[in-house]
């Protein structure tokens, strides 16, 4: 009986500590753009601290996603996708603003976070 309470006491500290591994130690250079990219937002939106915390890490766990996206995808596919996970974002962060900062954002958001277009060859 012992040995299957601590199997299980393992068990479940294992389950507890387990991380989302999109949100698990993202590279340094995303926190820092994620940061700037916030505090610019910050300059035109006034976020509050809580807000700010919030907001730059919702922006950085998407340059995560966004950049395996640039390294999995080409082309039309990849702009599709990322066009698709800004969407996304865009909606995630209607949780943490306000509804005055949110439309703010929403009209901000193609100047300071702009989508590359892929160009084609057609003629």
Do not use: C, W
């Not at 294992?14 to 910050?42: C, F, G, H, M």
């Not at 976020?47 to 766990?61: A, H, V, Y």
């Amino acid at each position: 009986m012992k040995p299957l309470l601590i199997l299980l006491s393992v068990f479940l500290t294992i389950s507890i500590n387990a991380q989302d591994p999109i949100l698990q130690k993202s590279e340094e250079s995303l926190e820092v753009i994620s940061e700037n990219i916030a505090k610019t937002y910050d300059n035109q939106i006034g976020l509050d601290g809580k807000q700010f915390i919030l907001f730059q890490k919702k922006i950085e766990e998407y340059l995560i996603r966004e950049e395996k996206i640039h390294l999995s995808y080409s082309g039309k596919k990849k702009l599709d996708m990322i066009t698709k996970l800004r969407a996304a974002e865009t909606m995630e962060m209607r949780n943490i603003l306000t509804k005055p900062q949110f439309e703010l954002y929403t009209k901000l958001k193609p100047e300071i976070q702009p989508i590359a277009v892929v160009s084609t060859n057609e003629e």
